[in-house]
């Protein structure tokens, strides 16, 4: 995405091409993307991410604290680094049709543990909040879907107490959710 306007616009059958545009039907989940898209339009060069996304958590968070780089140093190497189009869990697939589709690994583990340490300097940030929810959710999701596996391969009676567990995190994620006013049914529904 940082590279995207000078590819374009240097791009040797551009043609007429003078501008961009992105269709935005993810924007409640996704801030941070739809901020760098939106600032390709003041540019022609590539955006230096470091910069940027320092500029980025002082706008949004209020600050970037040493371990809130840390942990976008990691989520660019991690979630932030690939691209799957509508993620899902497995949990979430009928069975049989599929298998996790979310991006996993050491990386967005602990980037997720880094941002949430942050939370002493930054919990006066709404914002800061908001995407703690939202990690911290994906972080349980991908948990969630580890114990479900292991509750599927498992034979013996243990498989109930990793079913139970999954549950119990999943009566978390939607307390964490609903504290959230993008995903609080109540402000859908009032509308």
């Known amino acids: 995405y940082a590279n995207a306007p000078k590819e374009a616009l240097q791009y040797k059958d551009k043609g007429n091409l003078t501008?961009?545009?992105?269709?935005?039907?993810?924007?409640?989940?996704?801030?941070?993307?739809?901020?760098?898209?939106?600032?390709?339009?003041?540019?022609?060069?590539?955006?230096?991410l470091d910069e940027w996304l320092e500029m980025y958590c002082n706008a949004r968070y209020g600050g970037f604290p040493p371990k809130m780089k840390a942990?976008?140093?990691?989520?660019?190497?991690?979630?932030?680094?690939?691209?799957?189009?509508?993620?899902?869990?497995?949990?979430q697939f009928r069975p049989g049709t599929g298998g996790a589709t979310v991006h996993k690994s050491k990386e967005f583990y602990?980037?997720?543990?880094?941002?949430?340490?942050?939370?002493?300097?930054?919990?006066?940030?709404?914002?800061?909040?908001?995407?703690a929810?939202?990690?911290?959710?994906?972080?349980?999701g991908l948990r969630t879907d580890e114990l479900l596996n292991k509750a599927q391969s498992t034979k013996t009676k243990n498989r109930f107490a990793f079913y139970e567990e999954a549950i119990e995190l999943m009566k978390f994620m939607d307390k964490l959710l609903a504290s959230h006013p993008n995903h609080k049914l109540e402000n859908w529904v009032n509308l």
Not at 115 to 129: K, Q, R, T
Request: hydrophobic share 40%.
């Open 110 to 131: 602990e980037a997720v543990k880094l941002f949430l340490a942050c939370s002493n300097e930054l919990d006066n940030s709404e914002l800061y909040v908001f995407d």
């Open 133 to 140: 929810i939202e990690l911290g959710v994906q972080y349980l």
């Open 71 to 91: 942990s976008w140093d990691l989520l660019r190497k991690s979630c932030f680094g690939t691209f799957t189009d509508h993620p899902r869990f497995k949990y």
């Open 19 to 48: 501008g961009f545009g992105f269709a935005p039907e993810g924007i409640e989940n996704n801030e941070v993307i739809y901020e760098l898209l939106t600032d390709w339009g003041w540019t022609d060069d590539v955006i230096d």
